[in-house]
């Protein structure tokens, strides 16, 4: 039976030691292009991490205006829609009477030529 060899605390700080100035240097290398690094996580590219700070804050009018000038926008990109969709209904009902009526007056002045006595 083979047994692990039993690992002193030395070499456990050791390796925990060379881990964490291996993280420490690539937070060096990577933050300041970018700070990629904290992206992967999930946070901001600072070092430390707090949220109050970190966060992108807007104040309370601010994001009222927002929101009504979203809905505002909506509603106006509604109607328009609704105007341009009433617009094309109405021409094609339009266009649809004229070809029938067309047909009809064409249908009708042949019947009276074809009635005509020669």
């Not at 060899?5 to 030395?10: G, L, S, V």
């Not at 992967?40 to 807007?58: A, C, D, F, M």
């Not at 209904?89 to 005509?116: I, W």
Request: charged share 15%.
């Amino acid at each position: 039976m083979f047994l692990w060899p039993q690992a002193c605390i030395d070499d456990m700080t050791s390796q925990v030691d060379a881990y964490q100035a291996s993280v420490l240097a690539l937070k060096e290398k990577v933050i300041p292009m970018g700070g990629f690094w904290w992206q992967l996580l999930g946070h901001g590219t600072s070092l430390t991490w707090n949220p109050k700070v970190n966060r992108p804050h807007r104040p309370q009018k601010q994001v009222r205006i927002l929101l009504l000038v979203i809905v505002l926008v909506t509603l106006l990109v509604t109607l328009l829609v609704t105007l341009l969709v009433a617009l094309l209904v109405t021409l094609l009902v339009t266009l649809l009477v004229t070809l029938l009526f067309t047909s009809l007056l064409a249908r009708s002045q042949r019947r009276l030529h074809n009635a005509r006595p020669s």
